[in-house]
Nanobody
Framework: QVRLVESGGGSVQPGDSLRLSCVIS????????MGWFRQAPGKSREYVAA????????HYADGVSGRFTISRDKTRDTVTLQMDNLKPEDTAMYYC?????????????????WGQGTQVTVAS
């Protein structure tokens, strides 16, 4: 069973940075795309960013492009989301997800495996 465990969340001020990590364990050989999603209170879960495991191709949601950077470390089975210049609207529970699709998908129902989430709060 694939297991995803997120860490790195916290409470920061606007303009600060945070680095989220997702450690992958279990039978990971078939995983091809890793993604990050987030869900703010009272809102639906939304796509943030994704990366292909083999080639490192990346894709970002419009609202985070230029501020967030997704990367993967094959030697440590870890996916990282570097978040810079954080804004109050970035406040949400952040989830790591994985699937076995050929291409990066932004729809959450295309992801088969999910972590439990890590909370990010951005406030003055």
């Amino acid at each position: 069973q694939v297991r995803l465990v997120e860490s790195g969340g916290g409470s920061v001020q606007p303009g600060d940075s945070l680095r989220l990590s997702c450690v992958i364990s279990g039978p990971t050989l078939r995983l091809t795309v890793m993604g990050w999603f987030r869900q703010a209170p009272g809102k639906s879960r939304e796509y943030v960013a994704a990366i292909t495991w083999r080639d490192g191709e990346t894709h970002y949601a419009d609202g985070v492009s230029g501020r967030f950077t997704i990367s993967r470390d094959k030697t440590r089975d870890t996916v990282t989301l570097q978040m810079d210049n954080l804004k109050p609207e970035d406040t949400a529970m952040y989830y790591c997800a994985a699937n076995q699709r050929t291409y990066i998908m932004t729809q959450q129902d295309t992801y088969d495996y999910w972590g439990q989430g890590t909370q990010v709060t951005v406030a003055s």
